[in-house]
C-alpha cells in the first residue's frame, strides 16, 4: 500500500465549524491532490499543488482552501462547513516529472456536515 | 473539455470468468494518458494500468489488459481470470500530458464477483 495518510478518516460535525483533513504522505512526492467524490460518482479535482508554496484550485470549485509548507503534508481547511459540504475528500500525490508518473491516493475522510 | 464516460453502472462475473469493462473519451490533444484505478470498498485506489497514447501498443499487466483504439477514443479494461479480490469500483481516468497530471475520471463501473 501507499504511505500516503489522512485524518480523519471519518468524521461528522455541526453547521458552520471549522474543519480540517490533514494528509501526509512519506514518498517525497512534490506533487499533491485534492479530489471530492460523492457516494457512487466520479472524483473531482479540488486543489492541487508542485511543490512547497504552490498551490492551484482544481477543475471543481470549492469553497475549502489548502497549503503547502512542508513537502510532506497537504492540509484542507473548510473554514464554515455547511452540508453541501459533505462527501468523501480523497488525498493524493505523485513524483515529479511526466504525467504518467503513478498517483497514489490515501484512503480517504468521510464528511458529514449536519 | 476532456470528458471520460464509462456506460456501465454495474458488471457482474463469475470467478475465473473474463469481463470487459468500457471506457470512453473525449478530447483535442494527441498526447495524453489513460489510466484505470481500481477502488475496493473502504479501501485506497491503486492504479490498476496506464496506457501512453503514443504507444499503439496495448498495456498489460498480469491478468489485466487494455484494448486501446485511439481514433475511435475507446479504453476498455479487460479482466481475465477474475478473483474475488477483484470485486471493487473501478474507474477509467485521462490525463492530458500538460497537466501535471491532473486526473479526469469517469463515473466508475462496479464489479461484482460470484462463484
Known amino acids: 500500500e501507499a504511505d500516503i495518510y489522512q485524518t480523519p478518516r471519518y468524521l461528522v460535525i455541526g453547521t458552520g465549524k471549522k474543519i480540517t483533513l490533514e494528509c501526509s504522505q512519506t514518498m517525497g512526492h512534490d506533487k499533491m491532490y485534492w479530489y471530492q467524490q460523492d457516494p457512487g460518482m466520479e472524483l473531482h479535482l479540488i486543489h492541487y499543488s508542485y511543490g512547497v508554496n504552490s498551490t492551484e484550485k482544481g477543475d471543481l470549485s470549492s469553497e475549502s482552501t489548502v497549503s503547502r509548507i512542508r513537502t510532506e503534508h497537504f492540509p484542507l481547511t473548510l473554514e464554515s462547513a455547511r452540508p453541501s459540504h459533505t462527501s468523501q475528500y480523497l488525498c493524493?500525490?505523485?513524483?515529479?516529472?511526466?504525467?504518467?508518473?503513478?498517483?497514489?491516493f490515501g484512503e480517504g475522510s468521510w464528511l458529514t456536515v449536519v | 473539455a476532456q470528458t471520460v464516460t464509462q456506460s456501465q453502472p454495474e458488471m457482474s462475473v463469475q470467478e475465473a470468468e473474463t469481463v470487459t469493462l468500457s471506457c470512453t473519451y473525449d478530447?483535442?490533444?494527441?498526447?495524453?494518458?489513460l489510466f484505470w484505478y481500481k477502488q475496493p470498498p473502504s479501501r485506497q485506489m491503486i492504479l490498476v494500468i496506464r496506457?501512453?497514447?503514443?504507444?499503439?501498443q496495448n498495456a498489460t499487466e498480469n491478468r489485466f489488459s487494455v484494448n486501446f483504439q485511439k481514433a475511435a477514443k475507446s479504453f476498455s479494461l479487460k479482466i481475465s481470470d477474475s478473483q474475488l479480490g477483484d470485486a471493487a469500483m473501478y474507474f477509467c481516468?485521462?490525463?492530458?500530458?500538460?497537466?501535471?497530471?491532473?486526473?479526469?475520471f469517469g463515473t466508475g463501473t462496479r464489479l461484482q464477483v460470484t462463484l
Open positions: 496506457q501512453e497514447a503514443y504507444k499503439q
Open positions: 478530447t483535442s490533444e494527441s498526447d495524453y494518458y
Open positions: 493524493a500525490s505523485s513524483a515529479a516529472g511526466g504525467t504518467g508518473n503513478t498517483i497514489y
Open positions: 481516468a485521462y490525463a492530458y500530458s500538460g497537466t501535471a497530471s491532473k486526473l479526469t
